[in-house]
């Protein structure tokens, strides 16, 4: 089984190639460009250099959001026309899923986190299990500060991890209101990876949940603020 995995969640642009048991290759870049005009050509070059032909892929793997509405669709639109045209399996795994892979074996909570502006994020709570990284709280855009405040009162007291490379904006008020219970990795664990959503996608597959190619969507969270002006004129 081979896996080609796409995230154009955030500013990171990544793709990555796997089997059951490698990493073939892996491209990353965190930047601030166009990821409409960078990631094709990312993706050809990834498989040029692995060896791999699109006929021998067996699975696309995206990321479907939460995260910048641009990126998200731009990452679906790519992934969900590769498998319609190639014939196979697409699966969509949470953006702040794939992140949480980054605490892989972390004894406690895992928090990744993506800013939405105004002290709110996109979060949700996660924990190490045996089949890998599994869900402990529903993914939402809430004010970091509240959901802090609620970590804080948890019966465990244990610590708490937080990922994502938006972590930096809100570190200090972290800290304020957990104190050693905060834990933060390097920079190098802070960005997405291409290799844990191939990874993520193989679980799914294992489990046997794929995506209907013609009906698969993003998710937002929340309305774009087009989208949300739009629909309050209706209302008025």
């Known amino acids: 089984m081979k896996i080609l995995a796409i995230d154009t969640s955030t500013l990171v642009l990544a793709v990555s190639v796997c089997t059951e048991d490698k990493v073939l290759g892996e491209f990353t870049t965190n930047l601030k460009k166009n990821h409409s005009i960078g990631l094709m050509p990312m993706v050809s070059r990834l498989l040029e250099e692995v060896e791999v032909d699109p006929s021998e892929l067996s699975a696309v793997a995206v990321a479907r959001g939460p995260g910048s509405y641009t990126g998200v669709r731009i990452g679906v639109a790519t992934a969900k026309s590769l498998a319609w045209s190639l014939g196979i399996p697409l699966v969509g795994i949470s953006s702040l899923e794939v992140l949480a892979w980054n605490g892989a074996f972390f004894p406690g909570l895992i928090v990744p986190l993506f800013d939405a502006r105004r002290g709110r994020v996109y979060t949700g709570t996660y924990r190490w299990g045996r089949g ?14 509240e959901a802090v405040e609620t970590w804080k009162q948890g019966e465990d007291q244990e610590p708490i991890l937080f990922l994502g490379d938006d972590v930096s904006l809100h570190r200090e ?10 834990v933060f990795l390097p920079v190098s664990y802070q960005l997405p990876h291409a290799a844990h959503l191939a990874a993520a996608g193989k679980k799914a597959l294992d489990n046997g949940r794929t995506e209907n190619v013609e009906t698969f969507t993003p998710i937002y969270l929340q309305l ?3 989208e949300a002006k739009w629909l309050a004129s209706r209302q008025q």
């Not at 890998?132 to 500060?145: D, M, S, T, V």
């Open 224 to 226: 774009a603020e087009a």
């Open 132 to 145: 890998g990284i599994e869900l402990a709280g529903e993914e939402r855009i809430i004010l970091l500060k």
């Open 173 to 182: 008020m972290i800290v304020d209101i957990l104190g050693e219970r905060a």
